[in-house]
């Protein structure tokens, strides 16, 4: 087994590597739509109060899946290799669709690896964000 280091998506919030090889498969950890090397967090706006006072499901979509993008291509993989995506959302009434929508433009088509999909509701995250990804890559 091989622990991967992305140098470029948001660090760890916990003891763990962004991703590991075992054999031809990456794990890759939880990510969300945080910034590396700040606490921004893309379309979360807090409150004097370290509350969520507003946020944009649709950038932080946008960002989890960009980060995502860069744990695999630095695990030296291919978007390409995706086989199964799990999606943690706080909110699937209201944000489930805008997500579906922002999903199918990263994963479906031609071009996109069209991986295995499970999107859980959960009541919340370690940090103030909406949705978290994993995935799970085969290197031939």
Known sequence: MTDI?????????????????VGSFVFLSGIGPRTRGSKAIPGVT???????????????????????????????????????????LTDMANDFAIYNRVYAEYFAGPMNPNPTRTTIEICSLPTPIAVEVKAICFSA
């Open 5 to 21: 280091v992305s140098t470029r998506a948001p660090e760890p919030v916990g003891a763990y590597p962004h991703a590991k090889r």
């Open 46 to 88: 807090l409150g004097d109060d370290g509350r969520v006072t507003k946020k944009d499901i649709e950038l932080q979509c946008r960002a989890c899946f960009d980060n995502l993008r860069a744990v695999v291509a630095d695990a030296g993989l291919p978007w390409t290799s995706v086989a199964d995506v799990t999606v943690f």
